[in-house]
C-alpha cells in the first residue's frame, strides 16, 4: 500500500490577480490489478483529530477488503463505517482500477 506526500498549495485555486500557486506533482506505477483510491477530507477529518489518525482508519479498513469484491462495495463499505463516526463534512470516495488487457482465447502473448 502506498500513500503519497500531502499535496502543497490550497484545494481550490479560482482566477484571480494574483497567480494561481504551484501544486505538488509526482509518479508511480499503476500496474494490472492496482486499485487507486481518491476521497475527500470529510472521510478522514475528525474535529480534534491528526490527519493521521483519518488516514490509517482508511488503510486498516483497505486491508480487511477482499480482492474480488467490487469496487462500489469497497466504497459503499467506507462511507458507511466511517460516516458512523461523529463528523460533520460530506464523504465521496471513488475507487479505480487497472483490469487485465482482454485476450482473444488462444491467443498468446
Known sequence: ME????????????????????YTQGQTSF???DIVLMYTDGL??????DLEEGIARVVER???W?????LGSLCDGLIASL??????DDMCVLAVSRPAPDRTPGEVR
Open 3 to 22: 500513500i503519497p506526500p500531502p499535496a502543497e498549495g490550497p484545494a481550490l485555486c479560482l482566477p484571480s490577480d494574483q497567480d494561481c500557486p504551484q
Open 31 to 33: 500496474d494490472v490489478g
Open 44 to 49: 478522514i477529518e475528525r474535529r480534534g483529530e
Open 62 to 64: 483497505l486491508r480487511a
Open 66 to 70: 477482499q480482492p474480488g469484491v467490487p
Open 83 to 88: 460516516g458512523a463516526e461523529p463528523q460533520l
